[in-house]
């Protein structure tokens, strides 16, 4: 009798532990409505880059509306996005690949030259797109400029 179950056991358990040893896949967690397009672009951004993301620490990432200059933070492992300032297409991507990288990449702040992980957007958002692939390149080898 025991002969029967063993396999189907054995199966639950493989899989099992196969599903707590991996990081948070992207559905496990929530993604704002509105973030969608950025998050979705920040993995694509990394595949072509060859880098290997982990969304394990990560709980949400979600919009909020505040009267300040903030556009965006990590906290508590869940990013905010400011959507008051971070109000076009364009910044709401800059912001989210800023906080993802700190939040995933683990990348401090680097303020020298136009940069995602810069503490400052710059106000011609235009520019970040003239140099988006050297960005994206210096991101995701976990170093910026």
């Known amino acids: 009798?025991?002969?029967?179950?063993?396999?189907?056991?054995?199966?639950?358990?493989?899989?099992?532990?196969?599903?707590?040893?991996?990081?948070k896949h992207p559905d496990q967690f929530f993604v704002d409505?509105?973030?969608?397009?950025?998050?979705?672009?920040?993995?694509?951004?990394?595949?072509?880059?060859?880098?290997?993301?982990?969304?394990s620490k990560l709980k949400k990432i979600i919009t909020i509306k505040e009267n300040s200059k903030i556009l965006g933070r990590c906290l508590n492992n869940e990013i905010q996005i400011n959507i008051t300032q971070a109000n076009d297409q364009c910044r709401i991507t800059v912001s989210l690949f800023h906080?993802?990288?700190?939040?995933?990449?683990?990348?401090?702040?680097?303020?020298?030259?136009?940069?995602?992980?810069?503490?400052?957007?710059?106000?011609?958002?235009?520019?970040y797109f003239l140099e988006w692939n050297q960005m994206m390149a210096r991101i995701f080898k976990g170093k910026s400029q």
Request: hydrophobic content about 45%.
């Open 1 to 23: 009798m025991e002969q029967l179950w063993r396999p189907a056991l054995d199966k639950i358990i493989f899989f099992f532990l196969i599903f707590v040893s991996c990081g």
């Open 33 to 55: 409505e509105k973030l969608k397009f950025a998050f979705q672009e920040f993995i694509n951004e990394a595949k072509n880059n060859g880098k290997e993301l982990d969304f």
């Open 99 to 127: 906080e993802l990288g700190h939040c995933v990449l683990f990348l401090p702040h680097f303020d020298e030259g136009l940069d995602i992980m810069n503490t400052k957007i710059n106000e011609s958002c235009v520019f």
